[in-house]
């Protein structure tokens, strides 16, 4: 498919000018008389490139770039005008601008142009193609669930947005976030991931702000902290619901003020970083327990991104074995492995409480562990095996109802009963992973019977 040209000039003979010898060129294009307009265009077309007058009729060209650069950030510019100066040039190009042309045009620059700014482009996409491929796994599935979470991170990639992502322990938290930065114009900045968790309170503040020599007994000299070492880039708060509040406070200034002054220092410090923070704890029940601040979580909740555990997720699984078996064979000398049937199939049917992280440590242990090339169903833990049966379809209690009615009230129950008890009794969880709204899912629970917290 050839690439969509949208030109924004007030200028009748421009318009119609530019529009042919582009058009000849194989381009499609589209066109706007005012900022306005082409605004609208940029949404309605979605174009490759941009050409765009300086001198609009109801609004400056370098303005409208201003604003556009913080929705589109890699979309090519060429400004134009006939009135142009040597700092109206410079200002564009430092607003991001790909090259600045004066009237009246030269139509052969004007296709060169055009065509360099296009190449540009696509380099730039496989550049980011390439890094994402590289830097590690990303979010490995094909199910609704998670091709649902690669959409939202790639939305939220594009901006500076603060995200909140959530999700169990071995769930993919600190995978996603780096899809964010990897995708992200801040990726070739530093990614700077901080476990909460794992830093003592006492602690946690020198490793978030740094501190100043002779702050506290131990500090021979000034220290950087994870904000100092992420600026210009990403920091990753992991498991951030094990803060403490007074490191939290300090977070809560760094997202509204930009700045923080070192442990031990008066020095007020100015950081450009991206925040994103992620916990497998329920923030609101934290709140409510006086362990969270609630101004915090507001902050930091700004794109909330939900990682599915993988029971939620079973049809992911042959992916992601197959994902690490082939990484094990790579690194590991010991061969490339491949699962049996049914041993896939009993992988399949066991919840993995530990999710993709109990997934890879498992298959690991296998290929370690196996003596052939194959890994089948005696290779497996005894729990796997046990627990992963499928029952026989007699002992299903609805297939001893006498008629169709009976039988889905007592399959409903059961299921619902189940997933609850997946989601520790969370309504709201549940409602999401299994597709129902809300509201309906807590009627329902009340005529069954069940009960769930909200």
Known sequence: MSAKILIIDDEESILESLSDILEDEGYQVAVAASAAEGALKLKEENPDLLI?????????????????????????VIVISGHGTVEMAVQAIKLGAFDF???????????????????????????????????????????????????????VAATDATVLITGESGAGKEVAARMIHQLSRRAQKPFVAVNCAAIPDELIESELFGHEKGAFTGAHATKKGKFD???GGTIFLDEIGDMSLSAQAKVLRVLQEKCFERVGGTKTIQVDVRVIAATNKDLREEIKAG?????????????PIRIPPLRERPEDIPLLAEEFLEELARHSGLGRKRLSEEAMQALRRYPFPGNVRELRNLIERLVIMSQGDIIGLEDLPPEIVSTTSPAPQSEDPWFKCANFKEARSL???EFLRRKLAEHRGNISQTAEAIGLERSYLHRKLKSLGLTGEN
């Not at 765009?52 to 090519?76: A, C, H, I, M, N």
């Not at 004007?110 to 996409?125: C, D, S």
Request: proline share 4%; hydrophobic share 40%.
């Open 52 to 76: 765009l007058d300086v001198w609009l009729p109801d609004e400056d060209g370098l303005k409208f770039l201003k604003r556009l650069r913080q929705e589109k950030t890699t979309l090519p």
């Open 101 to 155: 042309l004066e009237k009246p045009l030269s139509y052969d620059r004007v296709v060169v142009t055009v065509t360099n700014a296009l190449r540009f482009r696509a380099l730039e996409e496989e550049n980011i193609r390439l890094k994402a491929h590289f830097t590690g796994r990303g979010l490995t599935g094909q199910s609704p669930l998670i091709e649902k979470v690669k959409s939202e991170i790639s939305k």
């Open 229 to 231: 070492l992420a600026h």
């Open 291 to 303: 362990r969270f601040r609630e101004d915090l979580y507001f902050r930091l909740n700004v794109v």
């Open 411 to 413: 399959f409903e129950r």
